[in-house]
């Protein structure tokens, strides 16, 4: 399936991928300013990946010590939560059930915590780890100084007659699958879609690109010499995959290159295995006793943890070597956060920490119920009200059905015939149906 390698548009990743491609832009200028042009690290992409994992980290810390916080909280109300799973061990009749919910959701109050609080901080990095795929998969679309790098080049190309052909069968003879490219819109589509073409190109396709653009020779050259200062760390080439790059690197005998592709998602997945090492877990002993939510979320995470180095290899083996980099750059300053978030932990005193969340469970059972008494009381004052309603409607019907009688009445009487009284009688029926009508 082709992949267009333009700004990705989705409605909730393409807002969260352009304020991310900002954030590396930034980045990236800063190291051109505090770097010489000469030093392999001006404009460098690797360090502006684990410069950008390292701020992105440090403003989750926050949301990491609470996530570790609620670790702890966990394992000292594990003893509670195992009693009421033994309490309704084997029983699975629906009061039952519903009873065993509220006895837990109740101990989750008293310590102050959320069932779902654990999840929270993997809910908030997944739409960063998607984004941060789509800015590295594609820098030159979010980081305009690098993209100035191939403007040039792109110039020249389209400069050149059939350039349309020319680069349709280019991409088809180097088999780049993973590029769409798009040349029949605007000027500014056909540049950034050959950009695209050009950041995906694996190193081999230089040459050939020389070869079919000759007049341009120098220029390109000068682009890929841009790009090994930019795209380069290490001696890789992070735009390709490992596996790009394992066998690109066993065709031309570069088996130096060949490790270090290796190398990168085999380190991803042992950071990612002592990261998960370190991280606190609540203890899940006695399980068997019952069924309950803690222990079901507590295995549910210790899977997942086992599962992520796993995952992380797979994934870092087939995607650019830059999402590698920010897994393992991640990996390594949660390890040290996590390191030093341990020690704090083992100081702080959780007794503290419960009285405080009770006393802010207390606060909102409070106002709960001063809510409950309003709806209360307006739900009286409208019961009332249409009660009232009701009451006049009764007194005017009344009035109105006595007026009705009276009418009826005076209607009802016999007067002598001839009479004055008679006549008048006539008229006033007269006058009534005609009101009637």
């Known amino acids: 399936m082709d992949v267009i390698l ?49 701020i992105i980290y440090l403003a989750l810390l926050p949301l990491t010590i609470k996530q570790q916080k609620f670790s702890k909280l966990s394992q000292k109300m594990q003893p509670e939560i195992q009693e009421v799973q033994k309490k309704y061990k084997n029983k699975k009749d629906q009061a039952s059930m519903m009873a065993m919910n509220q006895e837990t959701q109740a101990i989750y109050a ?72 798009n040349l029949e819109g605007t000027q500014e589509q056909a540049a950034n879609s050959i950009i695209d073409v050009l950041y995906a190109m694996p190193t081999t396709a230089w040459d050939t690109l020389k070869d079919t653009f ?53 380190l991803s997945a042992l950071t990612q295995f002592l990261n998960v090492k370190l991280m606190p877990t609540a203890e899940t002993s006695n399980a068997n006793n019952g069924n309950g939510q803690a222990n079901s979320m507590a295995n549910s995470m210790k899977v997942m943890n086992y599962m992520m180095p796993i995952m992380s290899f797979i994934f870092v083996f087939s995607l650019p070597v830059g ?41 909102k059972k409070k106002k709960k119920g001063i809510m409950d008494n309003q709806i209360s009381n307006m739900a009286r004052m409208n019961t009332r009200s249409m009660s009232d309603k009701a009451n006049i409607g009764e007194k005017n019907k009344s009035k109105s059905d006595v007026k009705i009688e009276e009418s009826s009445t005076a209607s009802s009487r016999t007067y002598k015939e001839g009479s004055m009284a008679a006549k008048a009688n006539l008229v006033r029926d007269f006058n009534e149906r005609n009101n009637k009508q």
């Open 110 to 181: 008293k310590y102050g915590i959320s069932p779902t609080g654990s999840c929270l901080q993997l809910i908030i990095q997944m739409p960063i780890l998607f984004a941060l795929y789509r800015v590295i998969y594609n820098i030159p679309a979010y980081v305009g100084g690098f993209k100035e790098y191939f403007g040039e080049t792109v110039r020249g190309i389209m400069a050149t007659d059939g350039y349309q052909d020319i680069m349709t069968k280019f991409v088809e003879g180097m088999n780049l699958r993973m590029v769409s490219l």
């Open 214 to 266: 000759r007049g341009l020779s120098d220029v390109i050259t000068t682009l890929e010499g841009h790009l090994e200062q930019a795209n380069y760390f290490l001696g890789i080439n992070i735009a390709n995959s490992p596996s790009e790059l394992i066998k690109s690197g066993w065709s031309a005998g570069q088996y130096l290159l060949v490790f270090g592709a290796i190398l990168v998602p085999v």
């Open 323 to 363: 999402m590698g980099i920010y897994w393992i750059a991640g990996a390594v300053i949660r390890c040290i956060q996590q390191i030093i978030i341990n020690k704090h932990m083992d100081k702080i005193d959780l007794d503290k920490i419960i009285e405080k969340n009770q006393e802010k469970a207390k606060k």
């Open 6 to 54: 333009t700004q990705y548009t989705g409605k909730f990743i393409g807002p969260v991928a352009k304020l991310l491609g900002y954030l590396m832009n930034w980045i990236y200028e800063f190291t051109c300013l505090i770097f010489p042009e000469s030093t392999a690290l001006h404009g460098n992409i690797g360090l502006c990946i684990i410069l950008f994992t390292l």
